[in-house]
């Protein structure tokens, strides 16, 4: 049997294997390495390509220092980032805005600090930011913005009008942000959307076709005649009249839903009662009527002719926020609202809403621009 003849290597083939075995374990222990540094930063909120950033510019101890920081994460994937500005970049909260990092250097060079920087980014979205940093450094930043619902894109408005008419920040903030610095019935905004939370007044209208769409009739044991309203604020009376009801107390709606068309007439017919200024003051024009809405009730007693006399309206005062309604047009809200005290007048609002209105005595515009109108 023929033996089998071993190949053997040469020394220098076997030095040079040597040397790229060796090579490949260290580049192994580097990778291996690495990805524990990365590991380290991404287990903490960190992405891979900002942890990269990160152990490449020698950051990590400064980083791992701060923990998890989105305002961090985003400097570091940018290519804003500003070493000179690491810092403040740790100290920023962090806001959803694609010019975030770009923005904040704007601001800092601006010689905002990183607590105006915080006021300015919480108060608009990035296109609101964006231009907001190409103006020189403002004065007055906190007299307004220290309210929750003031918007940047308005910091000129709010200058100017508080300038000119002497009010104070909060009326000038809420005023401005519903539009109502301007002339009402004509600098007007058309709302189009239907839901529980609209707001139609002399500043926001209707347009003629506008009706609720869950638009339904009223069963006649809770109204003096044939009424239409929202299906959603008709199920909410009925919850408040059962209640009301549980304690002999009779409530009734007397009006609802009001077409554009019919509250033309409506206005037509006072208008040749009592002349043009009794309409201006006491009637909303057409587009204007909380009863188009079909979400708004003047609502009556069973056992009193005068509402404002009755045991109903002592219980509606105490009660009606518990069912998603609200007083809408109260003596003190006159100002704001700009109707007269209509105490037979409710408007369904929801629960949130009506509980957070009766607990603070605030009308709904204050709430709408509160809590309502953020974008």
């Not at 923990?67 to 690491?86: C, I, M, P, R, V």
């Not at 408040?240 to 609802?256: C, F, P």
Request: some cysteine; glycine content about 4%.
């Amino acid at each position: 049997m023929a033996k089998v003849k071993r190949l053997k290597l040469k020394s220098s083939v076997v030095n040079v294997l040597k040397i790229i075995g060796i090579i490949l374990i260290l580049c192994l222990a580097v990778f291996i390495f690495y990805r524990s540094q990365i590991k380290s930063l991404t287990s903490i909120g960190y992405s891979e390509k900002a942890s990269n950033e990160i152990l490449f510019s020698m950051k990590k101890d400064y980083v791992l220092s701060k923990g998890e920081n989105k305002t961090l994460n985003a400097a570091f994937e940018s290519s804003d980032y500003k070493e000179e500005y690491l810092d403040n970049y740790s100290k920023i909260n962090y806001h959803e805005h694609k010019n975030i990092i770009k923005n904040i250097n704007t601001l800092i060079k601006r010689g905002y600090s990183n607590n105006h920087i915080n006021i300015i980014l919480s108060h608009g979205n990035d296109s609101d930011v964006t231009e907001f940093a190409k103006k020189d450094k403002v004065k007055y930043l906190e007299e307004f913005y220290y309210l929750d619902y003031a918007k940047l894109r308005y910091y000129d408005k709010y200058v100017e009008y508080s300038t000119t008419t002497g009010e104070d920040e909060e009326t000038t903030v809420l005023y401005i942000n519903l539009g109502m610095d301007g002339e009402a019935y004509k600098d007007v905004e058309i709302v189009d959307e239907f839901s529980h939370t609209m707001l139609v007044n002399k500043y926001k209208k209707l347009e003629e076709d506008f009706e609720p769409y869950d638009l339904s009739d009223i069963p006649e044991e809770y109204a003096s005649s044939e009424l239409q309203a929202s299906k959603m604020a008709i199920d909410a009376f009925i919850e408040m009249y059962n209640a009301a009801k549980r304690e002999d107390l009779g409530l009734v709606i007397n009006s609802a839903y009001r077409s554009y068309q019919t509250q033309v007439e409506l206005c037509d017919e006072y208008r040749d009662l009592y002349g043009q200024s009794y309409v201006d003051r006491y009637v909303a024009y057409p587009g204007h009527s909380e009863h188009q809405t079909g979400l708004a009730f003047d609502i009556g007693s069973t056992s009193s002719r005068v509402f404002v006399d009755s045991e109903e309206y002592k219980w509606v005062i105490d009660n009606a926020h518990k069912y998603g309604f609200i007083l809408r047009f109260t003596t003190k809200g006159q100002s704001i609202t700009g109707f007269r005290n209509e105490p037979w007048h409710v408007r369904f609002v929801g629960k949130t809403a009506s509980e957070y209105i009766y607990k603070h005595k605030i009308t709904y515009e204050e709430y709408y621009a509160m809590f309502v109108d953020l974008d």
